[in-house]
């Protein structure tokens, strides 16, 4: 029998005797009065010798260490906000109730009225005068979590990496505040936040693989959103100038340390603006995050010191290229000689691509785990962008930038393709591409071209991965680190459930 299968086995043994003795292991509720981090920030000055007036206070936690002295037990709750100590007294809580606190286990849910005093060692702690167990816990916590290297079990059972990993909590109340603040921001400049469809008749707004599924009913085929661009375009052109989601968005991808399937975005769109308008916009955005996260204008992310204080770097993707990569600025002006770039430098391409497609993968190889900083790359070729407005004079290049910090791309905008008759022919020539084999060209939407032709006033958008930008104010070196439930394979020796199976009955991953 294994340890654990043992240590299960005593807690039912004693969960049997608790409802033996008349207790319920699983009442509806507790009133509790106070969280533990307002009792310490509010009661910092209590002496030790005790207070008159100290209140009496209701607690409600996990419990998570008991320490037995004959007739006196100390022990710590934990609750959303931190910990507290609790003190119980055979002789206050009366023989039988002390008698059932024995059959208590690490990992129990407790109620606790009393009276707060500090210890003769300065801890804040409830003299306890009542004791009501709230859930009775049947596995035992890991003894010892050895700074969470177990990353299959951190991932695979967030609410242990919750219990017992405070920093861990604390990164996922850092990523709320994001989001929070996000929303301040944005709505004092009265944007409006709005949702869009998650599942739609037609994938599109990005250049990436949609997740497929069906709708019995209609008997129509869905697509999971890759992004809500075009639906946040269609209110722009029916009047709402200023808009914003932040909205979950999927793609059928490979997971890495900044990849997930599903992920989460903002996205938001403003008329009479273009993309230099967003870059002067996103500066003053991250600003304002860092501020309220950190009080100032840097973060620390992975050992590097990174400062939001505008303005920042603009470089184009050519220049950043000869600038960082040292590649050679006439090479890359041919089709040729950005392929044999590639292949020197050991980066896969496929027939048929284009040099704009080809310098993106330079970038993404060369270029980008170099940008530590806060830079705008701007000024990207036209086919690597079907949506976004030509730069006057240049048909090849649009007017677009993106983001990037700490070697991750950030954000992603640009000035709007609003020419219906343009649009038209990109997403005609992307068509073109999707029958060469790119599974990720855009495909062609009549509704959104016939919304364009109502008419769409000059617009900027952008999107801001939340994710990434998480991993940023938390130093976090995963993205699975900032999702709470992160998308993973079956584990080693588990069955593969049913919706992971091919029809043959063989596991499809």
Request: aromatic fraction near 8%; hydrophobic fraction near 40%; charged fraction near 25%.
């Amino acid at each position: 029998m294994s340890e654990e299968h043992s240590l299960v086995g005593e807690r039912m043994r004693k969960l049997a005797e608790l409802e033996a003795a008349g207790v319920d292991p699983y009442p509806a509720r507790f009133s509790a009065t106070h969280l533990a981090a307002d009792l310490h920030r509010e009661y910092a000055g209590l002496s030790e010798e005790g207070d008159a007036g100290a209140p009496q206070v209701s607690i409600a936690g996990r419990l998570m260490s008991v320490r037995g002295h004959g007739k006196a037990t100390f022990a710590h709750l934990q609750d959303g906000s931190g910990r507290i100590q609790i003190y119980i007294v055979r002789d206050t809580v009366g023989l039988e109730a002390y008698d059932l606190c024995k059959k208590l286990d690490v990992g129990d849910y407790l109620g606790v009225e009393g009276q707060l005093f500090r210890t003769r060692t300065g801890e804040l702690t409830v003299r306890a005068m009542t004791v009501q167990l709230l859930s009775k816990s049947l596995r035992p916590l890991p003894e010892k979590w050895h700074g969470l290297t177990d990353v299959e079990t951190r991932f695979r059972q967030r609410y242990l990496d919750l219990i017992v990993n405070r920093q861990v909590a604390d990164a996922f109340r850092t990523r709320s505040r994001l989001i929070t603040e996000i929303r301040r921001f944005l709505e004092s400049r009265r944007f409006l936040e709005v949702e869009t469809p998650m599942m739609q008749a037609m994938a599109g707004g990005a250049m990436a693989r949609p997740f497929v599924t069906h709708h019995n009913a209609l008997d129509l085929t869905l697509y999971l959103r890759i992004a809500p661009e075009l639906y946040l375009k269609r209110l722009v052109v029916g009047g709402f100038d200023r808009v914003f989601e932040i909205n979950r968005s999927f793609r059928n991808e490979g997971i890495s340390t900044q990849h997930n399937p599903e992920f989460t975005m903002l996205e938001f769109y403003q008329a009479y603006a273009d993309y230099r308008d967003l870059m002067v916009m996103t500066e003053e955005l991250f600003a304002h995050l860092a501020k309220e996260i950190t009080g100032g204008q840097e973060v620390i992310y992975q050992g590097q010191r990174i400062s939001f204080a505008p303005p920042w770097p603009k470089l184009t993707l050519e220049e950043a290229l000869v600038e960082l990569a040292g590649l050679d600025a006439e090479v890359l002006a041919t089709e040729d000689g950005v392929s044999a770039t590639a292949r020197r430098h050991g980066v896969g391409i496929s027939p048929g691509w284009g040099r704009g497609k080809v310098l993106a993968e330079l970038f993404d190889a060369l270029v980008e785990p170099k940008l530590l900083q806060p830079t705008f790359i701007i000024d990207f070729p036209t086919e690597l962008s079907p949506l976004a407005k030509a730069k006057q004079g240049d048909p090849t290049t649009v007017q677009r930038f993106e983001l990037f910090v700490g070697g991750m791309e950030i954000a992603n905008a640009y000035s709007e393709l609003n020419d219906p008759r343009e649009q038209r022919a990109r997403f005609l020539d992307q068509l073109r591409q999707r029958d060469q084999g790119d599974l990720e060209a855009h495909g062609l939407d009549e509704d959104y071209l016939r919304a364009l032709e109502y008419g769409m006033p000059p617009t900027a958008g952008e999107g801001i991965g939340i994710d990434r930008l998480a991993m940023l104010f938390t130093d976090s070196a995963s993205i699975r680190d900032v999702i709470l439930f992160p998308l993973l394979k079956p584990a080693q020796g588990e069955p593969c459930p049913e919706s992971c199976r091919r029809e043959d009955g063989t596991d499809a991953v």
